[in-house]
């Protein structure tokens, strides 16, 4: 049984840096690819960026490149979003999700979600 643990939301001022944690339990993390998601106020949840198994490939969304970086470490289970140069417009619900691949849908793919950590960019 899959269950995610997110941690490291907050308030942050613009230009300030967070980093989120995402671990999972019930399955061998290191089997899977991790997307972390977004959802802002009236939008729809989207893909930010996505870790491949090994960890050496990652495919970001081009608002967020250079400025986000994931990395994971498998051996605690956990995937890490730092999060650098924080923007107001940043501001959203943040999630991790298990991916069976990251390059398109797969029914490896599941369908839970991390409680989701908010994270707010402001003065």
């Known amino acids: 049984q899959l269950q995610l643990v997110e941690s490291g939301g907050g308030l942050v001022q613009p230009g300030g840096s967070l980093r989120l944690s995402c671990a999972a339990s019930?399955?061998?993390?290191?089997?899977?690819?991790v997307g972390w998601f977004r959802q802002a106020p009236g939008n729809e949840r989207e893909r930010i960026l996505c870790?491949?198994?090994?960890?050496?490939?990652?495919n970001y969304l081009e608002s967020v490149k250079g400025r986000f970086t994931v990395f994971r470490d498998n051996t605690k289970s956990t995937v890490f979003l730092q999060m650098n140069n924080l923007k107001p417009e940043n501001t959203a619900l943040y999630y991790c999700?298990?991916?069976?691949?990251?390059?398109?849908?797969?029914?490896?793919?599941?369908?839970?979600w991390g409680q989701g950590n908010q994270v707010t960019g402001s003065s």
């Open positions: 019930g399955l061998t993390l290191d089997d899977y690819a």
């Open positions: 999700r298990v991916l069976g691949r990251c390059h398109g849908p797969s029914k490896t793919d599941f369908d839970s």
């Open positions: 870790i491949s198994k090994s960890g050496g490939s990652v």
